[in-house]
């Protein structure tokens, strides 16, 4: 009895420490009714800039997208808790998708689309006056973009700006604009998609500054416009703008387009960004496990992990997409996304976020997250990188097992074939557009064209006839047959390749690929090296091919 009642006040004590110790809550700010007795709210929108100005202690809030394409000016008082629109002249054409951010009492706007048009222009709100202003855009400046990340760490004179989609290619370079010179410069060169070493193209990407000069970005969209890959895509990124370099984080947080950054309070040195919101689903995904509603990842700079957290409060805002966030002294504001113009408060710091309980586990690849990208590499391995290697090994290695390597041949080879036309079909509805217009599409193509004509010219081959030389039709048909063949099996083993590069494949997976790729090289030289050895030992066992009519 004495330990029951032990372990029944240790659990009452954590109860209430897990109750009294400061976590991340959400809260909803109740907006100020107008005189005419109903508050004063923007349009419901998604896709929009927000951001917090101390010193006016105000939230800016610019344009978006709902039931149109919106380019008004918003303000926040939090004193009255009142919004109130601005009255413009001159203004940055409508806009959603755009990268912004505040600095020294200016909130500013860059990129951006509205239907067709897209922009990589830049433009400054002042908050005392309430006017806007376009700056220069000399120097080197982005491509006419949409869904970019970026934005100005507190205090900073650079803007920066990575990423994004024009109307026809997705980008992969970084640049600032330097509000002293009034400059864009690029920082990080329009790189390949088939490098580890940093972020591949993508748009629909979100991003928080956590320093002057670094970038956090999360997820987006990696599929279509001259490149291959997740829509949307789980891996996560930090640039140095010092460096110049990127480095990737662990996975954790579900696959995401359209999700939110934001930077909570420091307290100490300690630095910790909230993940929030998202599209988790899409065309490509098969399996996934969503975010609850009271969940956000935060991650940890300083030891370079992810953890999912769980949000208190006596009511928690729905899930939603293309949700605007800002950071406060405080914690970090939310408004909108999706149909929605609520505005919310997520108080906390980075302690408070360190406190907070955790809540799910993180996902990885075939660890609650799986896609046709995913699927499209196992047909792929399971037809190219074993069967239809294994059908021509047993072609050129075994044929003293004749009639078994024969039908074992033709086995290997269709069943191969069968699988890569799976891949073939996975990869086609998983690339958003553009399917071939990258090295792994178009080479892909190539491959399945050389695979395929394998048992279309085997239906029509000249037969040998025993006892009579082999004829010239014969002999040009082996040649063509073995060596594209043989053609065909290399380009898989380099387009394999690239799709794992593509597929944002862990270290250890492609560790694992060049691994096994070495010891089938190896196998084959040893294999050659014994038929070579017994040709020249003997004429009467050389292992050539049957004279049955295959």
Known sequence: MTAQRELYLVSVVILLFSTTV????????????????????????????LGYDIATNQLVLFGGRGNIVYGDTWLFDMAAKSWRQVTLGTKPPARFSMVYGISNGAFYVSTGQEGANLYNDIWKFNISSETWTELPSSGTPPA?????????????????MSHGFSSSQRYANTFIYDLGTMRWSEVFPDASSYDPSHPHARCLVSGAMVDEDKLVIYGGCLSGGKTGGHCPSFDSWIFNGKSREWSRYPNCASARTYSSLALLPSSGNKKRVVLYGGNEKGGQVLITKEAPANQVAVLNIESEEWVLRK???????????????????????MFGGSEFNDLWFLEGDSDKADNSAT???CIAPFKGFFNLIMLHVVFMFSGWGILLQAGAFIARYFRFKDPLWFHLHRICQVSGLVLSLAGLICAGVSVQFDHFNFAHG???????????????????????VKGEPVAMKRTIWEFVHINSGRLALILSVVNISLGLYLELASTATLILWYVYVVV???????????????RKKSSHEIIQMDTKQY
Do not use: C
């Open 22 to 49: 400061a976590q991340l809550t959400w809260t909803e700010v109740q907006v100020t009714n107008t005189s005419s007795g109903t508050p004063s709210l923007p349009p419901t929108r998604r896709d929009h800039a």
């Open 144 to 160: 006419k973009v949409y869904g970019g990340a970026g934005g100005f760490f507190n205090g900073s004179s650079k803007f920066y």
């Open 311 to 333: 949000v208190l409060g006596s009511k928690i805002p729905k899930k939603r997409v293309g949700t605007g966030m800002a950071s406060h002294p405080n914690g970090i504001y």
């Open 359 to 361: 809540i799910g586990e």
């Open 442 to 464: 178009g080479l892909g193509i190539v491959i399945m064209i050389l695979g395929f004509q394998q048992p279309i010219n085997a239906i029509f081959r000249p037969h040998k």
């Open 520 to 534: 089938v090289v190896i196998v084959y030289i040893v294999m050659e090296v014994r038929l070579q050895l017994q």
